[in-house]
């Protein structure tokens, strides 16, 4: 029988519902009965940030590797489950998790879940399998470091994090993928894979005890045996247990050269709130919104639509459990890099020394309360939203989702945003990195 967690079940509310159930794992449930699916994303926290220090990468090489079945399921039949039904599934690691999901007809759910929680389970990780998926992981990486976006990208969070575990790559570098043994990822695999660690979120056409009937039967069976070693916790992952202070805040600089460039990439990044101030967390992303959302956002009127500075600009600030980047990215000559960050700064300075006017703060407040409800309006998105934020610890955010995150973003004043700004996008200490052509 399921055992509801006392902290958890005190947060219910008419719309989505937790359970801690008795494997351990997390179950949080939406009903949405005007839908014919339902849709599963399963999240476990094995991300990145756990790969042993030795087998950087090792994360997203096993989530390959699930896929390739168990002792009584062949390589490629989850799929075929799936595809056979109409469905659609996927998988994705990054730092701080590896989540897996699946979307079916509604009558096909039951059918559908117990293959992708044995995999998850009890993944064999043959070792012919694992050389062969070793080929596809190694292709995935070079094309990576084809891209230049990508590498860009990499390149910031290095220069932002430092030694902190933040700054890996996902994706691991060719050397040390090509190292990683079976044996490895099965120790890996036994650290981290369990029902504990996951977090199973529902949405769509399936009722609450339907539901938990069939999570508890899929997540138990098999499961409550395994009992880990504690050595074999101690030697995955030391570092990952303790991680590593954020770096102080100062100014951090440094430019690369790539040959495949037309363009230059400027990114400028400041660290952002954690998952421990949420409020602040959703409230960067209002200024995000204010500063390169939409063709009248003050960054993109200025530096893209009046000047052509920039071919173009985006922001972005994505929830984390540490300190997130907040990040204005921009594609522009070289040239223009000095007089474009200079520009970024300008504008920063600006919202910090005058307050919004009410009138552009409120096209803000509505542009991105409009935005989140409608990148919820399928099971899916609502399934890949619920189980990320509980994996965070968002209880709060994941229960009364369709309220609690606009009414966070609709209570801003204009000097709520100016102390923001002050807070965490610092004048004189921010990073900047740029990939110019070779």
Request: hydrophobic share 45%; net charge negative; aromatic share 8%.
């Given at each position: ?157 290095e220069t932002a994090y430092g030694d902190h575990v933040y700054s890996r790559s996902v994706l691991g570098s060719e050397a040390v993928v090509s190292g990683i043994t079976a044996t490895q990822m099965r120790e890996y695999h036994r ?248």
């Amino acid at each position: 029988m399921p055992i509801t967690c006392d902290r958890i079940a005190a947060k219910v509310s008419p719309q989505a519902t937790f359970l801690r159930l008795g494997n351990g794992a997390t179950l949080v449930h939406q009903e949405m009965p005007a839908s014919a699916v339902v849709s599963v994303d399963v999240w476990v926290k094995a991300g990145a940030t756990s790969d042993p220090v030795s087998c950087l990468g090792m994360a997203h090489f096993l989530e390959h590797m699930i896929f390739k079945g168990t002792e009584a399921i062949a390589a490629g039949e989850f799929d075929l489950v799936i595809e056979s039904e109409g469905g659609t599934s996927n998988a994705a690691t990054s730092l701080d998790y590896a989540h897996y999901n699946f979307t079916v007809a509604a009558s096909r759910f039951a059918i559908a879940l117990p293959y992708l929680s044995q995999m998850l389970l009890e993944a064999k990780i043959d070792e012919q399998e694992l050389e062969q998926e070793r080929l596809v992981v190694l292709e995935e990486l070079r094309q990576a470091m084809d891209d230049p976006d990508w590498i860009a990208y990499q390149h910031l969070m290095e220069t932002a994090y430092g030694d902190h575990v933040y700054s890996r790559s996902v994706l691991g570098s060719e050397a040390v993928v090509s190292g990683i043994t079976a044996t490895q990822m099965r120790e890996y695999h036994r650290a981290n894979y369990r029902p504990e660690n996951m977090t199973v979120a529902i949405a769509g056409a399936i009722t609450r005890e339907e539901a938990i009937k069939v999570v508890d039967a899929a997540f138990t069976r098999n499961t409550f045996s395994r009992n880990v070693p504690k050595n074999i916790l101690s030697n995955v992952s030391p570092e990952a247990l303790n991680t590593q202070a954020l770096p102080t805040s100062t100014m951090r600089r440094d430019t690369i050269s790539l040959p495949m460039l037309q363009h230059s990439r400027l990114n400028m990044a400041w660290m952002g709130a954690s998952v421990a101030n949420l409020e602040d967390a959703i409230q960067l992303e209002l200024v995000t919104m204010i500063l390169t959302e939409g063709r009248s956002a003050r960054l993109v009127r200025e530096l893209l639509e009046e000047s052509n500075l920039v071919q173009d600009i985006a922001g972005s600030f994505a929830l984390q459990q540490e300190a997130a980047l907040f990040t204005i990215s921009a594609y522009l000559d070289a040239e223009n890099l000095e007089m474009v960050e200079h520009k970024i700064i300008q504008q920063v300075q600006d919202l910090q020394n005058y307050p919004i006017a009410e009138a552009e703060l409120n096209k803000a407040k509505r542009s991105l309360c409009n935005q989140f409800i409608f990148a919820l309006e399928s099971p899916s998105q609502l399934a890949n939203f619920l189980g990320y934020h509980s994996l965070l610890g968002c209880e709060e955010l994941c229960t009364d989702w369709s309220n609690a995150y606009c009414e966070i973003i609709r209570k801003v004043q204009p000097s709520d945003l100016q102390n923001l700004v002050k807070k965490y996008l610092s004048l004189e200490n921010y990073i900047v990195t740029c990939a110019v052509p070779t």
